[in-house]
């Protein structure tokens, strides 16, 4: 069959992680042969593949950011060439996208990146569970899957979840027990498939993209409760073992999210927003004292005493840094921004409501260099095509004009005032070339 030929080194190297897994289990006490040894190698190589995946995570967290980010522009976009539907219109629309997709350093497919990459391994899995009746009896095409040979594959096929075997579909299950697991499986697959969809689409989407008109929303909100129903009624087709494998990869999706949803939420979304409350709490119960400690030293402090005070604001400046890490408050600043202006910025989050998360943007604002070393650091701007021949056309323009002052300078007064004749005769002429035309005329 073309599609295990093709799907053959997957295959190996998913046998290859499940004996491992497995062979890690009977090392550390767990029964070797057929058993739940089995059940959790699958559970190892679903764990696995996920650790692997999880920079591909971070990038579809980005990804998803970036394209929620821009929902408001996008839309406008799309009230731009609503009514035109002319290839030149479609075509500067995709091209205004496409911008704004570089811009906010996103695309609409790369949130996709970590299924993709999934998708090998789910399949492979799927034809070495459909395999190993064949692989036992010696009827396979191949004598062994790698490290997966005859003896390994039978005890795979005697191993079961309870009741129901690793490479039983529902058509297929020996027994009700085993049909009533498996269908139990489909649904906590399907409402954890439904719950973590959820979870990215209603926690951690600001609220500029959960407009009801936006197509965008409109198409989650489809997806969301479609694509649990498909997946559900693809169950049915999927070996016990392959149902595991599903229901662990959304069990560790779902904790993978909650856990960047905690710590890393969308700007403007619910959870950033209860973020947003707790850690300005958390800093302001610390901070306020801190401050108001300092005005009270510093109060009794001689006015004079210029050198006790810097020491006091180096001290209380050391205290807050120490501290503010814990509410992921920077503590670096340019080497230009003085301990006053430091200590001004961490009173300003003491005592005002904060607009945003501190972040290194936040410690930028303070940056005090002077106007002369930013002139240094503007580059200028590229000019256009047209502008460079316009620029030369009016170097060329200036370079005949200043030959002529200097071929002029080189004249004898006798030699101008001859050439002045010539001119003033040359528009005589043409004056009544004209005149003489309009009464043609």
Not at 17 to 34: E, K, P
Not at 68 to 87: G, V
Not at 256 to 274: A, C, L, V
Request: charged share 25%; net charge positive.
């Amino acid at each position: 069959m073309w599609f295990d030929k093709m799907l053959y080194p997957f295959k190996v190297a998913t046998a290859w992680v499940m004996v491992r897994v497995h062979d890690v289990l009977v090392f550390l006490g767990m029964d070797d042969g057929s058993g739940p040894a089995w059940v959790l190698s699958i559970i190892g190589l679903t764990i696995i593949v996920r650790i692997f995946l999880i920079p591909l995570f971070f990038k579809q967290i980005k990804a998803s950011r970036g394209m929620q980010a821009l929902q408001p522009e996008m839309k406008k976009i799309q009230d731009k060439y609503k009514n035109k539907k002319d290839p030149a219109s479609r075509q500067k629309m995709s091209e205004e996208m496409m911008a704004l997709y570089k811009e906010h350093g996103t695309t609409p497919y790369a949130s996709c990146l970590p299924i993709l990459f999934q998708m090998p391994v789910f399949f492979a899995l799927f034809r070495v569970l459909a395999s190993t009746s064949q692989i036992a009896e010696g009827t396979y095409m191949y004598s062994s899957l790698g490290p997966l040979t005859a003896s390994k594959a039978a005890e795979i096929e005697g191993s079961s979840l309870l009741g129901a075997p690793l490479s039983a579909v529902f058509g297929t299950a020996p027994t009700t027990q085993s049909k009533v697991v498996i269908v139990v499986l489909i649904v906590i697959m399907v409402l954890t498939q439904f719950f973590t969809m959820r979870q990215l689409t209603m926690k951690n989407m600001p609220a500029s993209a959960k407009d009801p008109s936006n197509p965008m929303m409109r198409s989650q909100q489809m997806m969301m409760y479609t694509m649990p129903l498909m997946i559900g009624v693809s169950g049915f087709f999927f070996q016990t073992g392959v149902l595991v494998y599903w229901f662990t990869t959304n069990l560790w999706t779902m904790g993978q999210q909650f856990w960047t949803i905690e710590r890393m939420p969308t700007p403007g979304s619910e959870s950033y927003t209860k973020l947003l409350g707790k850690r300005r709490e958390a800093y302001i119960s610390w901070a306020r004292p801190v401050f108001e400690e300092y005005d009270s030293k510093a109060h009794d402090l001689d006015k004079d005493d210029s050198e006790a005070r810097h020491a006091l604001q180096e001290e209380t400046l050391k205290t807050i840094k120490s501290r503010a890490p814990k509410q992921k408050v920077p503590v670096k600043w340019p080497a230009d921004v003085t301990v006053e202006q430091q200590l001004s910025a961490y009173r300003e989050l003491a005592y005002n409501e904060w607009d945003g998360l501190p972040d290194e943007r936040w410690t930028k604002r303070f940056n005090v260099r002077s106007t002369a070393e930013k002139q240094e650091r503007v580059q200028p701007r590229r000019l256009t095509k047209r502008e460079r021949q316009e620029q030369a056309r009016r170097e060329k323009r200036r370079q005949e004009l200043e030959q002529k002052r200097n071929q002029a300078a080189q004249l004898s007064p006798e030699e101008l005032e001859k050439r002045r004749q010539e001119r003033r005769a040359k528009r005589r002429q043409a004056a009544k070339n004209k005149k003489k035309k309009k009464s043609d005329q």
